[in-house]
């Protein structure tokens, strides 16, 4: 399945840009008469035909609509500390994005090496995985936030604080409720300070573990990620 995304998508007809025709005409090697999908990030898959082929403008007719496609009852929500290696959160967007995310809020703690974030830039890497894998709802990346902001919004679900210092935590595992709205914050390098640990239980964030390993910021979002998503699985 070739997937294109499409926000825009209106009507029955649509246009695809020089460069996604010239990726369906070069690299793709599909022709009038062959079949694509598009996807608008907001639920809806659609099947259609290519009328017209050239690497400058491709044209498509929509045959077929599958709407809510991929949908889940719940939603996810990591905040996550850019890491200092910008590569490393652009890895973590791609896997979470594949595996299945809602909202992403980059999160600027006491502890932050990386104070800056392009927006623009992860959106590429999100959009990118989001039609790797197919997938018809387009993850929400929020504007970056400091710590004391985020964790004062008026937050939907289940919240918790992923915190590896001062004694044992419980799972993640053990406390989420399959079939809820989540969030889940995960620090920076060098992890929450007790201040912003404080300042999370004030606002009745839980913290938590996510296992017994010391994990890397972008691997502690991924773990998150997949155990929720295995969770509403079982």
Known sequence: ?????????????????????????????????????????????????????????????????????????????????????????????????????????PLFCQRSERKIVRNDRLEKVITSAMKQSIKAYYPVLHKPLSFKDFVKNDLYGEKYIAYVEEGDHPSLKSLYTPGKDVVVMIGPEGDFSPEEVQMAQDNGFITVSLGNSRLRTETAGVVACHTIGLLNNE
């Not at 400058?56 to 045959?63: D, F, K, L, Q």
């Not at 200092?84 to 994005?97: D, G, P, Q, S």
């Open 1 to 105: 399945m070739h997937l294109f995304y499409t926000p825009n998508l209106q009507g029955e007809y649509h246009t695809l840009d020089e460069q996604e025709s010239k990726h369906c005409i070069q690299v793709l090697r599909l022709k009038a008469g062959d079949h694509i999908h598009l996807s608008d990030g907001k639920g809806n898959l659609f099947k259609a035909e290519l009328i017209s082929a050239n690497t400058r403008r491709c044209e498509a007719r929509i045959v077929e609509t599958f709407k809510e496609f991929g949908k889940r009852d719940y939603r996810i929500h990591l905040a996550l500390a850019p890491t200092k290696n910008i590569k490393r959160y652009e890895w973590f967007l791609e896997k979470a994005t594949e595996i299945g995310i809602d909202d992403i809020t």
